[in-house]
């Protein structure tokens, strides 16, 4: 990822990994490691711990979309979960 990331930078996406500081009920190996990457390039994650999916079937919930962001844009960032489309927003 060197050359990609730069001080102006914000990842997002379903990642489909699961981390307890971001709001999820246990730490997967995938997630142990993209939390380690995130570290070590500096990035903050935006996600507060709501939810971003839930499975009707088995009426639980998890944090699986993820969104980072380099400290350059934090202060000018915000984020939520939209209850009505269950996405997640950028305003600037």
Same mark, same amino acid.
């Given at each position: 990822?060197?050359?990609?990331?730069?001080?102006?930078? $914000?990842?997002?996406?379903? =990642?489909?990994?699961? !981390?307890?500081?971001?709001?999820?009920?246990?730490? #997967?190996?995938? /997630? %142990?490691?993209?939390?380690?990457? $995130?570290?070590?390039?500096? =990035?903050?994650?935006? !996600?507060?711990?709501?939810?971003?999916?839930?499975? #009707?079937?088995? /009426? %639980?919930?998890?944090?699986?979309?993820?969104?980072?962001?380099?400290?350059?844009?934090?202060?000018?960032?915000?984020?939520?979960?939209?209850?009505?489309?269950?996405?997640?927003?950028?305003?600037?």
């Amino acid at each position: 990822m060197e050359g990609v990331i730069e001080d102006k930078t $914000i990842i997002l996406g379903d =990642f489909n990994v699961k !981390n307890t500081p971001w709001g999820s009920p246990i730490t #997967n190996a995938r /997630g %142990s490691e993209l939390n380690n990457l $995130i570290n070590d390039k500096a =990035f903050l994650p935006l !996600n507060d711990g709501t939810p971003t999916f839930r499975s #009707n079937s088995c /009426g %639980s919930t998890d944090v699986l979309d993820l969104t980072f962001i380099s400290s350059g844009l934090f202060h000018y960032s915000s984020w939520r979960v939209l209850a009505i489309l269950a996405a997640i927003t950028f305003l600037f």
